[in-house]
Each structure stands twice: as C-alpha cells, then as structure tokens.
C-alpha cells in the first residue's frame, strides 16, 4: 500500500511537471502577442485598444466576425482586463443549446417548473454573478427568450422558469455573433430594441485574409504548440509553404490555419513543414481570383470585398506603391483608395 501511494505521487508529480512544460512551450511570444491574441498588425493593434478601454467599463460589447476570427479569445481578454476578472467567466453558445431548453440555462428553473424538472436549477446568468457571461451566436437566440434578455440586461435581475420572484444578478455581457445582426433586424430575426442594447460597443473582427502580415507569427505560435502536444521537433515552414500559405483566402480564418499546421506537423517527415502536406486547396491557390471562385463562399459581399483586396493588392504591385497611379487603374478616388489599404492591411504592398 505504501509502494501504491508513492507511485501514484509520483505520476502525479510528473503529469504536474509535463502540463507546466506544456503551458510554457504553448505561451504566445509576448512580442507577438496580447492576451494570448496572436497579432501585431495595424487593424489588430487598434482592437487591442479599443480591448483595453472597454474593459474599464461596464457596458455591454458586441464583438462580430467570421467563424474562426478569435471572438471568443477578444471576449476573454475583456474579461480578464476588467474589474470583475477575479469573478466567473462563462461562455455558452446560443446555438449549441435546443430552443426549448434555452430560457432555462440561461435563467434557471423552478422544481416543478415542466416534466423533468426533478428541482431547482441556477442559470447561467447566476453562475456569472460578479463576473462575465459570454453570449456567443447571440442572432440564434429564439425571439421569445430575445424579450427575457433585454429584460435581464435593463433591469440587472432574472426569473427563473416556474417563478414570480426575480433574482438580482451582476453580470458583464458580452455578446457575438458571424452574422450581420443590423440585417437581421431588418429579416424580423433579430429585435431591434435588443439590437440596440447589445451594441453599445461594437468590435469588428476582420478576417484573416486582411491581416496577412500576422500569418507568419500564428504559423509560428501553432508549430509550438503542436510540438508540445505531439512530441515533434518542427522548426518552420519552407520558403514556398509559407509562400503559399500567405497568399491563400483562409476562408476557415485561424481556426483553418491551425488545422492546417497540425496537419502539417504529423505529415512531415523532416523538421519543416513543406508544400507536399499542405492541403490540396492551398497547394492549388497560386491564384488569388482562382482559389476565390473556387470557393465555396456565396456570400456577395463577403466575395466583393475579397475581390477588392485582390485588386487592390494587385494595382499596388503592378505601381510598385505608386497610390496615384494605383487609383487611376482601379478606377477610384485616391482618398477611397487610402482608406482601402488601411482597412485591408495593404499598407506595405509594392514597397519592397
């Protein structure tokens, strides 16, 4: 029984020892960093100081983007720069959770309150007391449980399913969503006086095929922490990898790109990461408006704006950086053009 415990001591002190190898090996480069939001290009540094002067205060953030942009990662960085970052943290996906379910995770229920309500049961909205509640896909809420929330949100207090007597809570609301919640309101899925509500401060996240200058840095981020998981020993990615990679839409965003690394990282048979494990779709995106109409994107104007970056990107190249003479080809203003590249990251093309 001795030998036992020791040896179960001994596992312990070594998972403790291989999870804080782990957590350092996997710890952003601070240098390329904020709040574990990987990223030093222009559009992302004047998110991170929108992050920090929203979270000194207690108003109610709309944080909108692609599928794979980081909402959740800017969320908790608001939170964890806030006043209530010692209180709890919880996230809960609107659209992972069956309608008729909803209003009860969110505000609870009373024993008794339907079938299977076998007792009480605390919401999310009184588990976040004191801290932040992460709405996330907040557009699939039911228009039903959109009422109770702009309810909870004006007066600071809930009911729980089944009861009359309301429940005080303080809680941060962070709210997000991919889809245009403005359009939305305009289909009558969306309310507008909880629209309102929730966008007291937007932050629009920008997708990764406008923040190209950051790609190189995530690469990096992602082969240490799939080094650290895998037991691997990659040290990069090939000239003509990243090549590739840096040119490709990622219409997946990070999320796509982290997947892409992993893959990479288990398929390699040498210490680099090279064109022959890159998913076919990038191997064959040489083109930008190729790999773009080969898409399986039907979003007009997600496909206009990426089609303007192209072109925008291509006038500079073909000028060399000479924005006059780019505006003339792309048949624009010189000021619409300025704020294009602003907007699109393109601040450096045909500089070189």
């Given at each position: 029984e001795v030998l036992l415990t020791v040896l179960k001591a001994e596992e312990r002190l070594k998972l403790r020892q291989e999870n804080a190898v782990l957590k350092a090996a996997t710890q952003p480069d601070p240098e390329h960093s904020f709040e574990g939001i990987i990223g030093k290009s222009d559009v992302m540094q004047r998110i991170y100081q929108t992050v920090r002067k929203v979270a000194t205060s207690r108003s109610t953030?709309?944080?909108?983007?692609?599928?794979?942009?980081?909402?959740?990662?800017?969320?908790?960085?608001?939170?964890?720069?806030?006043?209530?970052?010692?209180?709890?943290?919880?996230?809960?996906?609107?659209?992972?959770?069956?309608?008729?379910?909803?209003?009860?995770?969110?505000?609870?229920?009373?024993?008794?309150?339907?079938?299977?309500?076998?007792?009480?049961?605390?919401?999310?909205?009184?588990?976040?007391?004191?801290?932040?509640?992460?709405?996330?896909?907040?557009?699939?809420?039911?228009?039903?449980?959109?009422?109770?929330?702009?309810?909870?949100?004006?007066?600071?207090e809930i009911r729980r399913v089944g009861e009359n007597t309301p429940i005080k809570v303080n809680v941060r609301i962070i709210a997000a969503s991919l889809h245009d919640l403005a359009e939305r309101v305009q289909e009558g899925l969306f309310r507008e006086d909880l629209y309102y509500r929730l966008n007291v401060i937007p932050i629009e996240l920008p997708p990764l095929h406008q923040r190209r200058d950051d790609i190189e840095a995530l690469i990096d981020h992602f082969i240490r922490v799939q080094n650290a998981r895998q037991g691997?020993?990659?040290?990069?990615?090939?000239?003509?990898?990243?090549?590739?990679?840096?040119?490709?839409?990622?219409?997946?965003?990070?999320?796509?790109?982290?997947?892409?690394?992993?893959?990479?990282?288990?398929?390699?048979?040498?210490?680099?990461?090279?064109?022959?494990?890159?998913?076919?779709?990038?191997?064959?995106?040489?083109?930008?408006?190729?790999?773009?109409?080969?898409s399986d994107e039907l979003s007009i104007k997600k496909m206009s704006t990426m089609l303007e970056r192209i072109l925008i990107r291509r006038a500079l190249e073909q000028t060399r950086g000479n924005r006059t003479n780019a505006s003339k080809l792309l048949e624009i203003s010189h000021r619409a053009l300025l704020y294009k590249i602003k907007d699109y990251g393109l601040e450096t093309v045909g500089m070189d």
């Amino acid at each position: 029984e001795v030998l036992l415990t020791v040896l179960k001591a001994e596992e312990r002190l070594k998972l403790r020892q291989e999870n804080a190898v782990l957590k350092a090996a996997t710890q952003p480069d601070p240098e390329h960093s904020f709040e574990g939001i990987i990223g030093k290009s222009d559009v992302m540094q004047r998110i991170y100081q929108t992050v920090r002067k929203v979270a000194t205060s207690r108003s109610t953030v709309l944080v909108a983007g692609e599928s794979g942009t980081g909402k959740e990662l800017v969320a908790r960085a608001i939170h964890n720069l806030s006043a209530q970052s010692n209180g709890p943290w919880v996230a809960v996906n609107c659209g992972a959770i069956p309608e008729a379910l909803i209003e009860s995770e969110l505000f609870g229920h009373k024993k008794g309150a339907f079938t299977d309500a076998t007792h009480d049961k605390r919401g999310l909205f009184e588990e976040a007391d004191g801290g932040t509640l992460f709405l996330d896909e907040i557009a699939e809420l039911p228009l039903n449980t959109q009422v109770k929330l702009l309810r909870a949100l004006q007066e600071q207090e809930i009911r729980r399913v089944g009861e009359n007597t309301p429940i005080k809570v303080n809680v941060r609301i962070i709210a997000a969503s991919l889809h245009d919640l403005a359009e939305r309101v305009q289909e009558g899925l969306f309310r507008e006086d909880l629209y309102y509500r929730l966008n007291v401060i937007p932050i629009e996240l920008p997708p990764l095929h406008q923040r190209r200058d950051d790609i190189e840095a995530l690469i990096d981020h992602f082969i240490r922490v799939q080094n650290a998981r895998q037991g691997t020993n990659i040290k990069g990615v090939s000239d003509e990898a990243q090549k590739l990679m840096r040119n490709y839409a990622w219409p997946g965003n990070i999320r796509e790109l982290q997947n892409c690394i992993e893959r990479g990282v288990v398929l390699t048979g040498g210490d680099m990461i090279d064109v022959d494990v890159l998913p076919e779709r990038i191997k064959e995106s040489n083109d930008e408006l190729k790999q773009l109409f080969n898409s399986d994107e039907l979003s007009i104007k997600k496909m206009s704006t990426m089609l303007e970056r192209i072109l925008i990107r291509r006038a500079l190249e073909q000028t060399r950086g000479n924005r006059t003479n780019a505006s003339k080809l792309l048949e624009i203003s010189h000021r619409a053009l300025l704020y294009k590249i602003k907007d699109y990251g393109l601040e450096t093309v045909g500089m070189d």
